[in-house]
């Protein structure tokens, strides 16, 4: 299985997940989203080497909008 | 030089305000919020960082509901023209300054009503009860000038926003003259929506204003365009901050801003309201002590003013005034009208204007018995 990355609707919403997850220790970056299947189209995702699935549980948690799981690299 | 201009535009601003500006037009210059390249990365997060220094300071939660815009006039324009529709009414104080009584003026030509609720100086009580009685039920939003730009007279804010709440009325809060100076807590006042400048208690650059949107109701955006998000669809984004910020922002102004609020919040709010208000009243004692001067208050009470303060000179006209202080001392005041029409009618100054004197947390109680000093030698010239 292939890195995934956490898509969000924008790149505030991106960086707000991103400062949640490394106040709960786990490693996120913020990328740009490949072109997808889920939108289609640009905007920014999050990177989480590991942890994902908890990542996706905590952002969730608080409230944070993922619009998908997308592969790092291009569909 | 003495500047008391600070009510327009704060100057000087703090060091770390310049070195931010330069830094990203130099350093890290690049658009944010479109590419993912490390540049563009730093600029968004240089304006990530002061939307969490403004949420921060106003204590909300949700750094998504903190706008940028160019100004003042940008965030209200948005909320006014964004949310009433014609046939609405909508309340507004006769404080309010003419970024406000401007885009109502035109949106009354669409069928708008507009009722004005008098304030009371010096008496809360009866400023709620002004309000009460112009509110109706097809109100649909209440505007209130939190402290006047001519007169300083402060509004109960928490008191008109509660009474408002009741009948479900929204509120929109134009703090151009108490962001900074204040203490605005958005989780205890439950404000609506907050309009700000980043340029003036905040000690940002020209060119920067706040909205802060703390409602469901959200307005309707004023202009729509590229937001690096959702690229393929052509309708506007309804998603916070995008829906309100199309095109490139404002990087280096946004920078200079986030090292605004850091000097606000490591100074203090409760300290600069402080400082500020006592040389009010240092200025307002002194005043008040030469024969010539006309003042519009009593004694300056911290319950009712923020540190805004307007006299006038007998037989002097205010421009001429403020031009001697200028050309003869270097002092920088603002005179004349000060774009709020309603203030000075209430207060009979409309025909003549007033000088308008505001201190900053850099002015020095040296500063203000320098202007006393200047203003009575040009009083007997």
Same mark, same amino acid.
């Given at each position: 299985m292939g890195e995934k990355l956490l898509l969000m609707n924008s790149v505030t919403s991106a960086q707000k997940g991103r400062d949640i997850l490394k106040e709960n220790k786990i490693k996120a970056f913020i990328e740009r989203t490949p =072109? #997808? =299947?889920? #939108?289609g189209s640009c905007g920014y995702s999050i990177y989480v080497p590991f942890n994902m699935e908890l990542a996706k549980t905590i952002l969730e948690g608080k409230g944070l909008k993922i619009l998908g799981v997308v592969p790092r690299n291009s569909e | 030089m003495i500047y008391l201009d600070n009510g327009a535009t704060t100057f000087p601003k703090p060091p770390s305000v310049y070195k931010a500006v330069n830094d990203a037009m130099r350093l890290y210059g690049a658009n944010a919020g479109r590419s993912g390249h490390f540049l563009s990365m730093k600029a968004s997060d240089k304006i990530y960082e002061c939307r969490k220094n403004l949420s921060k300071l106003f204590n909300i939660e949700d750094v998504e509901k903190i706008i940028f815009t160019n100004n003042c006039t940008t965030s209200l324009n948005t909320v006014i023209k964004g949310l009433l529709k014609p046939n609405d009414h909508v309340v507004m104080t006769n404080m309010e300054h003419n970024s406000v009584l401007r885009p109502i003026a035109k949106l009354c030509d669409s069928g708008i009503e507009y009722s004005i609720c008098e304030i009371v100086p010096f008496d809360f009580d009866k400023t709620i009860d002004n309000l009460r009685d112009v509110l109706r039920s097809d109100t649909k939003l209440v505007i209130i000038n @939190? %402290? *006047? /730009?001519?007169?300083g007279f402060k509004q109960p804010i928490e008191r008109m926003t509660a009474l408002c709440h009741y009948y479900d009325i929204p509120v929109c809060v134009d703090c151009a003259q108490t962001a900074g100076i204040l203490d605005i807590d958005l989780q205890e006042c439950n404000i609506d929506y907050l309009c700000m400048p &980043? @340029?003036? &208690? !905040?000690?940002g650059p020209m060119g920067t204003g706040v909205l802060i949107i703390n409602s469901e109701h959200i307005p309707d955006s004023l202009v729509e365009g %590229? +937001? %690096? *998000? /959702? *690229? !393929?669809?052509t309708h506007q984004p309804s998603i916070l901050p995008d829906k309100y910020e199309s %095109? +490139? !922002?404002n990087l280096p102004g946004i920078a200079g801003l986030n090292e605004g609020v850091k000097f606000v919040i490591s100074k203090g709010v409760e300290n600069i309201y402080k400082h500020e208000i006592e040389l009010i009243k240092l200025l307002h004692n002194g005043l008040s002590n030469m024969k010539k001067t006309i003042s519009y208050v009593d004694k300056i009470d911290e319950k009712y003013l923020v540190p805004v303060y307007s006299f006038n000179i007998k037989d002097e006209n205010c421009e001429v005034f403020a031009r001697k202080l200028s050309d003869n001392n270097r002092i920088a005041v603002r005179s004349g009208l000060h774009c709020a029409p309603l203030a000075h009618k209430f207060m009979k100054t409309d025909e003549i204007g007033t000088i308008r004197v505001c201190p900053s947390a850099f002015t020095t109680e040296k500063d203000i018995y320098g202007f006393l000093n200047a203003v009575r030698v040009n009083v007997t010239k």
């Open positions: =072109k #997808n =299947k889920v #939108n | @939190h %402290g *006047s /730009n001519v007169f &980043g @340029h003036k &208690g !905040l000690y %590229g +937001t %690096g *998000s /959702n *690229s !393929l669809q %095109g +490139t !922002l």
